[in-house]
Nanobody, 124 residues
Framework: QVQLVESGGGLVQAGGSLRLSCAASGRAFSTANMGWFRQAPGKEREFVAGSRWSDSTTGYTDSVKGRFTISRDNAKRTVYLQMNSLKPEDTALYYC?????????????????WGQGTQVTVSS
């Protein structure tokens, strides 16, 4: 069983930055694929960014490319999402997720462990 705890959300003005953190406990973090997802009110949950453990590749949804960066610290068992140039449309509940697949796609159905989420609100 993997437990994921997100932190770092908050209220920020458009153009500002936030860094989300996700601390993991349980199974080996170094062999876990990690993902960030978000869900805005009235919308479906969507993939934001991900990190694969097997080949160290990352992925981003088009709307955040060049603005968001995912990184991981295996020693601290933590994955981060640095969010710059935030826009009001980035407002959502942000979730951390993980799986132990050798290779993962970025659909939410591939992720088996989920945190409770941290709220990000960007004001215009």
């Amino acid at each position: 069983q993997v437990q994921l705890v997100e932190s770092g959300g908050g209220l920020v003005q458009a153009g500002g930055s936030l860094r989300l953190s996700c601390a993991a406990s349980g199974r080996a973090f170094s062999t876990a694929n990690m993902g960030w997802f978000r869900q805005a009110p009235g919308k479906e949950r969507e993939f934001v960014a991900g990190s694969r453990w097997s080949d160290s590749t990352t992925g981003y949804t088009d709307s955040v490319k060049g603005r968001f960066t995912i990184s991981r610290d295996n020693a601290k068992r933590t994955v981060y999402l640095q969010m710059n140039s935030l826009k009001p449309e980035d407002t959502a509940l942000y979730y951390c997720a993980s799986n132990s697949m050798i290779y993962t796609t970025w659909d939410s159905g591939s992720f088996t462990n989920w945190g409770q989420g941290t709220q990000v609100t960007v004001s215009s």
